[in-house]
């Protein structure tokens, strides 16, 4: 017999004895039973106890990564190794002073990262706090109560309602028993389970003999034989994964677009600082010392060691925008990749849809009735033809609904006060709870007998007396069933009239119904009854009878979330595909994803299976998988293979959702989303943001401040990288020329990170611009800044750097000291970059007007703090020692103040000149077009 074999054996097993078997599902009890040396008595405790020597029931923790290698990571850069090597050669040559200072901005850099470390470990270690759970086993013949984390294959465990299943278990027996495996596959509806095998190549939502660990048993009773721990259960598969997910190391777009910036920087560093070297020896004879002090010079005035704290604070800003948007942020970096993101898989259950079953339609002989309002709160109205239904012949359907029912909804009030809606039962008949609120209808009445819901009758009976919804003179009994409709018509001769009379069933209406209804993506239960018999007080499948009269149908749904439906539009419009990937079947993910407008009503839906999936090989997948709207019957496998084959096609990918089954997706997608409220624990830990509200819509202002806080950090870059620039080329131009150095390296690492780091950060709280959620994604894969960046960047820097070189030789013509040159040339640098700041502002749009002065008052607090940084910097004579500065008089300040002004009006003529060149390139295209 060929059995799937996509169960997993934990590699410390070895030889012990430990009988595991593939594919129990598909197997009868006596064959499971054989391969695992067990029997329904269980096992002996001695046997039990030798199998736990293959290892317990409990998940792996993975070794910690050492600290110390964490912190040394951040070290791992290209721009980092030449400043550490500047700081090397300064100590070498006595200079202990400017060592200590450049060696210091590299140690301030790597601990900012290593504070933001850790999300791996907390994720796996959510998964393991889900085996937590005692276990019902037999031994030696005897129930008795253990710690789940001691069961071993072949024990026999019973399982009832509420439990957490402690393993995965084939079914021995059972009662009525279904499971809510919402957390494991994303299917809202409770499974019914069997102890019949099913086909060996059913998915893990099919199994129907399995029970599995971590899901909850939402009514009935089963007992079963374990047939997989720890590790090899599902749980323990998703745990793996995501354990390969986050092992597989993920830039994101703004640490691969910063990596090939650092690395053209540096070789463009070692490039010019070789020819400086060449130039001051053969053509100035510079002495060794000073050369190689001028080349570190210019390193470290190239190197924009303020850029990776920028980025660092900048990304730090905008978590906390976020959270103020319900929109938790657990890994800095997804900050900025989020604005980046052009397609998002969500989760069906519980992400797009409230995971909490609704009414949506109510038929009766002669009559179809809407229902609004969305889960379990009352709140909505029945109507017919858009007007208020009432009469006693829909009273009727949906009370014998709602009296053939054992789910109860009550407000609660939950944090902060906030009354909620919340279910005790099994979700389908919480829907018909709800119903019965909203209809306002009194359930009086006395339940005398039960046959409850089992998966071989699919359908349930009881007999109620003394109801006076359903007999007016409020006496008398009643026989109610409720169910599948195939079942329940099977059992029909008559249906309620409108009259309240009954009449000949109309079958071939009611199979158009049902068809029309579940074409609609609804879950469709019917409802009949009968007169009790005198006396009659227990009910079986045998005396339910065949002669009953059908009530009505009720179409049941679990409900779009309505702010979803509105966050996907602006998903669109932002340029952005939405997918939806769930364990349900096609025609409900299908019905969903209308009616989300994941796709338009007049397109066709492109629906993936996954068993389709499964037989599809990952190359043609890679093809396919932009072109699927949604992915239906699928598993946590199936998730992850989708993640990756869009990114191998260039996407950006975020992955929301709720459940376990999410958890590797969420951790292998460039950016996972997880529900707060309703949102597994294992979930949250594996996200990079987690959504305080639960509601889908709070992604899109989410992407909104992404793409707000990527344009700041291009703001902040355009200013920043002038600086480096102007300074290399003053340090660049001194040695070519052979004049004495304008600036020491530590004055050029007192500019880069006290005085533009305080500046740029400013940018960071700048507001978003006009448009933004318009425009598409960014491309990930080009250069940090544009063309015309680049040019802007170019002009300033010679803009900046000859500015400095003239206050710098017109001070040295005047007699000063050297050292007093060099502090009037870092003024002029630090007043150039604060007249540059207010050109940032606006990086197209003129920044000659008042609100240039307005909406950020970070700016001005930061501004009174440099110019008070500056002061020390030339009057308090500690700081002469350190960074070689010294006071300055009047005529000290004159230079510095004018060549700021200059700077500005200068960088608002090249942007004028900018926005005209634009102007008539649009203008141009558009005669063209024509």
Known sequence: MNLPTDTLTPADIGSEPDPRIAGAFALDVTEVMAALDSSTAGLAKVEAERRLTAGRNEIPAPKPQPAWRLFLK?????????????????????????????????????????????????????????????????????????????????????????????????LVDEANLRVDEAALTGESVAAEKSSDPVDADAGVGDRDSMIFSGTIVAAGQGVGVVTETGASTQIGRIQSMVAQAGGESLETPLGRQLAAFGKLLSIIILIVAAVQLIVGRLVHDFPREDLISAAIGFA????????????????????????????????????????????????KTGTLTKNEMTVRAIEVAGASYDVSGTGYDPAGAITIDGAEAVGDQLTEAIATFALCNDAIVREVAVDGGQPRWTLIGEPTEGAVAALALKAGIDLAGERVATFPFSSEHKYMAVIVRDAPVLTPSGNGARLLVKGAPDRVLDRCVTQRGAGGAAEPLDAERWTAVIDHLSGQGLRVLAAASRPADQGEDEVSADTIGTELTLIGIIGIVDPPRPE???????????????????????????????????????????VLTGAELEAMPQGRLEKLAPQVDVYARTSPEHKIRIVRALQAGGQVVSMTGDGVNDAPALTRADVGVAMGIKGTEATKEAADIVLADDNFATIEGAVEEGRRIYDNILKSVLFLLPTNGAQALVMLIAV???????????????????????????????????GIMARPPRKVGGSLVDGRAMRQIAFVSVLIGAATLAAFKLATDAGLDNAVAQTVAVNTLTFGQVAYLFNCRYRYASSIR???????????????ALIALQLVFIYFPPMHTLFHSSALGVRGWVSPLIAAIGIFLAVEVWKALGRLTQRRSIASRATAGS
Not at 325 to 342: D, F, H, M, Q, Y
Not at 574 to 592: E, F, S
Not at 850 to 864: A, C, D, H, Q, T
């Open 300 to 347: 470290v005035a190239a190197i924009p060691e303020g850029l990776p704290a920028l980025v660092t604070i900048t990304l730090a800003l905008g978590v906390q925008q976020m959270a103020r948007r319900k929109a938790i942020t657990r890994n800095l970096p997804s900050v900025e990749t989020l604005g980046a993101v052009t397609t998002i898989c969500s989760d």
């Open 850 to 864: 008042l609100s240039v002065f307005e909406g950020n008052r970070v700016l001005w607090i930061s501004l009174g």
């Open 736 to 770: 070519l020329m052979g004049w004495a150095l304008p600036l020491d390296p530590v004055q050029i690492l007192w500019v880069n990170m006290v005085t533009a780091v305080t500046l740029s950060l400013t940018l960071a709280y700048e507001p978003a611009e006009d």
């Open 74 to 170: 951040h070290f791992d850069d290209v721009l980092i190794y030449i400043l550490l090597a500047a700081g090397v050669l300064k100590a070498i040559m006595g200079d202990w002073v400017d060592a200590s200072v450049v060696l210091a901005v590299a140690i301030i850099n790597a601990i900012i990262g290593f504070v933001q470390e850790g999300k791996a470990a907390s994720a796996l270690d959510a998964i393991r706090g889900m085996m937590t759970v005692g276990a019902q086993v037999q031994r030696d013949g005897q129930w008795e109560s253990i710690d789940a984390a001691e069961l071993v294959p072949g024990d026999i465990v019973r399982v009832g309602a509420g439990d957490r299943v402690p393993a995965d278990i084939r």
């Open 564 to 606: 979803a439906i509105a966050a996907i539009k602006t998903c669109h419009e932002a340029g952005i595909a939405v997918k939806m990937i769930t364990g349900d079947h096609v025609g409900t993910a299908r019905a969903i994803a209308e009616e989300m407008g994941i796709v338009g009503s007049d397109d066709a839906v492109q």
